[in-house]
């Protein structure tokens, strides 16, 4: 029976099996070996593309709907919502059902293989306090791969799945993965006894790489567009503060498709009537106008990337599409301060996995990172002063969690 290892993630997706006794991920789209974990529905063409594909429709300013991050929203009440998605109506569930299906059929083709059963990767922890939260999205998530016609399904924790395919360990020292995807930071104590690898200890947050996206666009962008800024009453004398709730869900990926209401336009229309700086709100109407969301979110991923680099102290987020030369500029030493709250949160949950298998940091001899979002300069910080004597592995931070579930599903 063959079996496909599938890493459905917050951000970016693979997926893997054994081929001559090594792991080997699918290519899921031309020459890559990852995909953007996103969905267009072409409003035009009435067809639902994914990955690139679907990025690309939404920069070509495509008319459709784009959605991305939806890993974030399993478990929640809005994942069985019927809603009317560009041309038909579909819950959350069945679009990720239809992005699973695209890729049992991309591996498929490439493998020759018939492929009705998956072991997937979840996070530790889908959301960190609400333990009926959490189990309901693995049932989410389970009933997903049953719609797209996967006869069963397993789990594995993802850093699990990362600790079976990364590199040697010293005798006698212990492995820790630090896995930080785009919705959740998790961690894996292992050691390896001969060619066996055991886990010692698991653990998660719900804070990953949309989280630190929102915050510096919360931060950095939407004060842009009119965060903080004054508006006079609509009746009688005085001002307030425009309200946070539309800034805070322009800057949050999954929640982007659902901000272009009739109300938020209406307010927005009003903020520029009534504003202090009217200015600011005139780009908060294009914004919403124009449905540029999702492209302030892919600039502010970028510019998070572009500052991330070892040689760059300032960088700039480009809102071009809102306003000739709008940029948001902001220093290395700003991200940091906006993202501190995350990485404390990562460092506590990093503590609570040692504690939880009464382990010094001492004893760790090697720190795995994993996920695009545990090379950020901030996640290695933490990290280095954590472990300073571990050694840093950084070579398969992208396709170690597919790579260890195509191990698994081959045992």
């Given at each position: 029976m063959a079996i496909l290892g599938i890493d459905f993630g917050t951000s970016n997706t693979a997926a893997g099996v054994m081929v001559a006794g090594r792991p080997h991920l699918i290519e899921v789209e031309p020459g890559k070996k990852t995909l953007p974990t996103s969905v267009?529905?072409?409003?035009?063409?009435?067809?639902?593309?994914?990955?690139?594909?679907?990025?690309?429709?939404?920069?070509?300013?495509?008319?459709?709907?784009?959605m991305r991050a939806l890993k974030s929203v399993l478990g929640t009440p809005l994942m069985?919502?019927?809603?009317?998605?560009?041309?038909?109506?579909?819950?959350?569930?069945?679009?990720?059902?239809?992005?699973?299906?695209?890729?049992?059929?991309?591996?498929?083709?490439?493998t020759g293989q018939t492929y009705d059963v998956a072991l997937s990767g979840r996070p530790v922890r889908f959301h960190s306090t609400d333990a009926a939260r959490n189990a309901q999205a693995e049932v989410d998530l389970r009933e997903a791969y049953l719609i797209a016609g996967y006869r069963d399904v397993s789990f594995m924790y993802e850093p699990e799945a990362a600790a079976l395919a990364s590199g040697p360990l010293d005798k006698g020292a212990l492995g820790l993965i630090v896995d930080i995807g785009g919705g959740t930071s998790d961690f894996s104590l292992f050691e390896r006894d001969g060619g066996t690898t055991r886990i010692i200890a698991s653990h998660g947050v719900r804070v990953g790489?949309?989280?630190?996206?929102?915050?510096?666009?919360?931060?950095?962008?939407m004060?842009?567009?009119?965060?903080?800024?004054?508006?006079?009453?609509?009746?009688?004398?005085?001002?307030?503060?425009?309200?946070?709730a539309i800034f805070n869900d322009l800057a949050t990926w999954q929640k982007?498709?659902?901000?272009?209401?009739?109300?938020?336009?209406?307010?927005?229309?009003d903020f520029v009537k009534l504003g202090i700086d009217p200015s600011l709100f005139v780009r908060l109407k294009t914004v919403l106008d124009m449905e540029l969301g999702h492209d302030i979110a892919f600039a502010v991923e970028a510019g998070k990337i572009q500052i991330n680099k070892p040689?760059?102290?300032?960088?700039?987020i480009?809102?071009?599409?809102?306003?000739?030369?709008l940029w948001a500029r902001f220093t290395k030493a700003a991200m940091s301060e906006v993202l501190a709250d995350h990485a404390a949160q990562i460092r506590i949950c990093a503590t609570e996995t040692l504690?939880?298998?009464?382990?010094?940091?001492?004893?760790?001899?090697?720190?795995?990172?994993?996920?695009?979002?545990?090379?950020?300069?901030?996640v290695e910080d933490v990290m280095i002063t954590m472990f300073p004597d571990a050694t840093l592995e950084r070579a398969e931070a992208f396709t170690a969690v597919a790579d260890g579930l195509a191990i698994a599903a081959a045992t």
């Open positions: 267009f529905f072409d409003y035009d063409r009435k067809v639902t593309t994914y990955g690139s594909v679907a990025n690309a429709a939404l920069i070509d300013g495509r008319e459709g709907r784009f069985r919502e019927k809603r009317h998605i560009a041309y038909e109506r579909l819950t959350l569930i069945e679009v990720v059902a239809r992005f699973l299906r695209m890729l049992r059929e991309r591996a498929e083709a490439e790489g949309t989280d630190f996206d929102r915050s510096i666009s919360i931060a950095e962008v004060p842009l567009l009119g965060r903080g800024a004054e508006v006079r009453n609509t009746l009688g004398p005085g001002r307030h503060i425009a309200p946070n982007i498709p659902f901000v272009y209401t009739a109300e938020y336009r209406r307010m927005a229309k040689d760059v102290m300032q960088a700039g480009d809102l071009r599409t809102i306003e000739a030369e504690e939880m298998a009464n382990i010094a940091p001492n004893q760790i001899g090697k720190v795995v990172f994993v996920g695009g979002s545990s090379l950020l300069h901030v």
